[in-house]
């Protein structure tokens, strides 16, 4: 009986063992390389540290403060204008920050006007094209034969 039990067990799958080195190499995640941490070089800290974008606008800024400074310090002196009922005594730097002001403003409301009507028209132009493709139908063609 013993050996019958050994036979019978004989067709079955052997049991498994221990994984071989090469089915567990298939399956184990692959290691990540990390490169060796090292002293970052005199160039790399400055350009790291450099930043020529941030500069710039610094400069830029400068620029326009020490302009408008010099703009404003140039103008200071006082013209007379003539209005139709009066005559008025300002400062030129005002003046031109009021005209500037004053061109800025109209130049606005004028590119909305413009953007306004060429909206209107493309919408035109959209109902025109939208009409022509429905023209059977408003001329009373339905497609069908009238009846004889």
Do not use: C
Request: net charge positive; no cysteine.
């Amino acid at each position: 009986m013993g050996g019958e039990e050994h036979d019978a067990g004989s067709h079955e799958q052997p049991a498994a063992g221990p994984p071989s080195d090469h089915a567990a190499a298939e399956h184990a995640p692959t290691p990540r390389v990390t490169p060796e941490p090292h002293e970052p070089t005199a160039r790399e800290q400055r350009r790291d540290t450099f930043q020529p974008l941030l500069w710039a606008k610094v400069g830029g800024i400068l620029f326009v403060v020490a302009y408008s400074i010099a703009f404003a310090v140039g103008n200071r002196r006082s013209i007379s204008v003539d209005f139709v009922f009066a005559t008025a005594h300002v400062s030129l730097i005002w003046t031109i920050l009021l005209l500037l002001a004053v061109g800025l403003l109209g130049g606005l409301l004028l590119s909305q006007l413009y953007r306004h009507r060429r909206r209107q028209q493309r919408r035109k132009q959209a109902d025109a094209v939208s009409d022509l493709s429905r023209r059977d139908e408003a001329e009373g063609k339905t497609g069908r034969v009238p009846p004889a």
